[in-house]
């Protein structure tokens, strides 16, 4: 019974075992279907992360060979087409990142995780900047390889280098700009100002600048200026041209230029000032310059006007020099001004002023020597001297001390230059005319005008006769003609008996004569066109005026003619030709005249030549002393030429006249 019930009681204790087993299985199972499932999800969501993560994933064994890619990396690197399975890390790793990407490598080997920031793989051409974590990739527990994941931040790396490149561009421009630029804020304190506030006001840009009004800083009358400026702002209105003076920190006072623009809240109500001060020192300082260079400009050509103006009256140096002397002082206002003279620079005579002492005496030694132009200034230690003559062995200058500010002024050495070069030729003209006399003095004895002083004569009288020649045609001319008109048209008047008119009629005829013989003395003073024409064209004029009232023919030959006359040599060669051609009328009784006119050693030769009566040897020399051939031959010797006269009775007249070249007129004039 005991063993039946222990049986009972053990089969009873089995089938609960058996039930309690059965039970744990199924709830065993249970749980394990949910671990795989849960593992299947989780392996599901890893892998959903692996395959479409926007990322690049890259597996790498421990060895560093490139095992697996996600399927965003595996598409970057085909589009490179660049093999990446098998391939091993470093062989993608910039040469700059090796060591870095080595370095994270081990370090995720060994279980921990490392972040290389920006450039570290290459993967893309397009994509070259990286944000690289590298961290361990386990397997049972164990770390079997390293997960490598790449976030592309080309685009935000692009965008920094952007950012960087403007910002340095804005720093670059804010420190090279030279105006200065505020923000002010409706109290007008300081909110920002540019880095040119240091460089050009010299004050540091501390706290203290952003805590006062700018009001503060400038006087009362400035301050009140701003204020007036300020409401124009308030009702939206921008200032520009707004100057001002302000203080530098040095204490130097520089001039600004202020342009303002103001800026409104969303309420309309003024909320900051954009002020734009720029360094108008430089520009109002040449204004002030070219004012003030005005001014002495008009004050030292006013000195050379009336310097020039008193001269021209002046005969002795000793005048010029006191003059002198008075218009330096009265401009440069030195402490002691004096005209000295020396021959060599070794003895010194002070003709006019304060004599220097012999230790500046002994300075102006050291130039013994040198060729000094005149008009320059030469300055020592505390004055200085120029040069205002040097002729014939002795030097005339100036020497000025105590004027070492005025001298350093350009103008003032211009004005210098222009007293020390008039006064020079001063200097130069009176040897001219002490010469002069001296030679008028030797000439006087000796009974013989010097050929410089008959051309000058031939050259006033040339002068003298064109001036005549114009009276002549705008006065006489003119009154002749405007008579003559009035009397022609009195002819013409039925009111005028018909004896009358004819009476008329032989008035204006003799009128007519009367203005036909003052055209012809207006031509004979004055040749017309001779400078335009030249010599040849005038001569060719001459001779067919002359042709109609003489009872010869005239030949002329200027076939061999090319050589260019001065004015005074064309107008000679004229009246020669005036004096012949009349003298032929008169007495030769020729029935041909030729006249040649041919180049010469470097000059001109004109021939004549007439088939008249001739002159016996036994007249031709008191001929030569009348006042026709006479006439010619001075005129001819007063441009240095020759003249060759030939004549026998019955054999005509022959004269030959050379002219060499000259280069210069006695008196500049229009022929």
């Not at 004012?291 to 021209?312: I, T």
């Not at 020649?469 to 008996?497: C, N, T």
């Not at 000679?572 to 032929?584: G, S, T, V």
Request: aromatic share 8%.
């Amino acid at each position: 019974m005991y063993m039946e019930f222990r049986l009972e009681l053990f089969l009873m204790l089995a089938f609960a075992c058996s039930i309690m087993l059965a039970f744990g299985i199924q709830l065993q199972l249970r749980k394990n279907e949910k671990k795989r499932k849960e593992a299947e999800e989780r392996g599901e969501y890893y892998h959903s992360l692996f395959e479409r993560h926007r990322n690049a994933i890259i597996e790498v064994d421990l060895n560093g060979t490139i095992t697996g890619l996600n399927p965003y990396a595996a598409r970057l690197v085909e589009e490179a087409g660049v093999p990446c399975i098998g391939e091993p890390l470093l062989a993608f790793a910039f040469p700059e990142y090796k060591a870095e990407v080595s370095e994270a490598f081990a370090r995720a080997s060994a279980g921990e995780t490392s972040v290389i920031d920006q450039l570290s793989i290459f993967l893309s051409p397009e994509h070259t900047h990286w944000h690289a974590t590298y961290s361990p990739a386990y397997r049972s527990g164990t770390i079997s390889g390293v997960f490598v994941t790449a976030v592309d931040c080309t685009d935000k790396h692009n965008l920094q280098l952007e950012l960087q490149r403007k910002r340095l561009a804005y720093d670059q421009a804010a420190e090279s700009i030279m105006d200065i630029v505020l923000v002010l804020d409706r109290r007008m304190v300081p909110l920002y100002a540019s880095p040119s506030f240091e460089k050009r006001l010299g004050y540091r840009r501390g706290d203290y600048l952003f805590e006062i009004p700018v009001t503060e800083y400038v006087d009362d009358e400035a301050n009140d200026r701003i204020r007036k400026e300020f409401e124009r702002l308030s009702e939206g209105m921008s200032v520009s041209g707004f100057e001002l003076k302000f203080p530098r920190s040095d204490g130097r006072m520089i001039d600004l230029d202020c342009n303002a623009t103001p800026q409104f809240d969303e309420a309309g109500e003024l909320d900051r000032i954009i002020v734009v001060l720029r360094d108008i020192t430089l520009r109002k300082n040449a204004e002030q310059a070219l004012l003030d260079g005005e001014k002495m400009y008009l004050k030292l050509q006013h000195s050379l006007d009336a310097f020039s103006e008193e001269a021209l009256y002046m005969m002795k140096a000793a005048e010029l020099e006191q003059r002198l002397l008075a218009e330096l002082r009265n401009i440069l206002r030195p402490a002691r001004v004096a005209v000295l003279e020396t021959t060599g620079f070794r003895h010194f005579a002070c003709r006019q002023g304060d004599r220097p002492e012999e230790e500046q005496l002994e300075r102006l030694r050291d130039f013994r020597g040198i060729r000094l132009p005149v008009g320059q200034v030469f300055e020592l230690d505390s004055s200085a001297f120029i040069m205002i003559g040097d002729h014939r062995g002795m030097t005339q200058l100036v020497w000025l001390e105590g004027c070492s500010d005025e001298l350093a002024k350009k103008p003032i050495r211009v004005w210098l230059q222009t007293l020390s070069r008039y006064t020079d030729s001063f200097y130069e003209n009176m040897l001219k005319l002490k010469d002069l006399t001296h030679e008028l003095e030797s000439l006087s004895q000796r009974h013989r005008t010097p050929a410089w002083l008959l051309r000058l004569m031939y050259a006033v009288s040339e002068k003298e006769r064109r001036r005549l020649s114009q009276d002549l045609h705008d006065a006489a001319l003119q009154e002749q003609i405007i008579w003559y008109r009035k009397l022609e048209m009195l002819q013409h008047s039925r009111a005028v008996e018909e004896k009358t008119q004819t009476e008329i009629g032989r008035i204006c005829e003799g009128l007519l004569d009367v203005i036909h013989q003052i055209r012809m003395t207006c031509h004979e003073l004055r040749p017309p066109f001779l400078k335009e024409w030249g010599i040849g064209q005038a001569l060719e004029a001459l001779y067919d005026q002359t042709q109609m009232r003489a009872d010869y023919r005239i030949a002329f030959d200027s076939s061999g003619f090319t050589a260019k006359l001065e004015d005074e040599q064309m107008i000679a060669l004229y009246r020669i030709n005036q004096e012949l051609l009349n003298n032929a009328i008169k007495h030769s009784e020729a029935s041909e005249v030729r006249l040649s006119l041919t180049d010469h050693a470097d000059g001109v030769l004109m021939t004549y030549q007439d088939n008249g009566v001739g002159i016996p040897e036994t007249k031709l020399q008191n001929l030569l002393s009348s006042m026709g051939l006479y006439g010619i031959k001075e005129r001819v010797r007063s441009l240095e030429g020759d003249v060759q006269i030939e004549s026998a009775a019955g054999e005509g007249l022959s004269i030959h006249v050379y002219l060499p070249k000259i280069h210069a007129a006695a008196i500049p004039a229009a022929v």
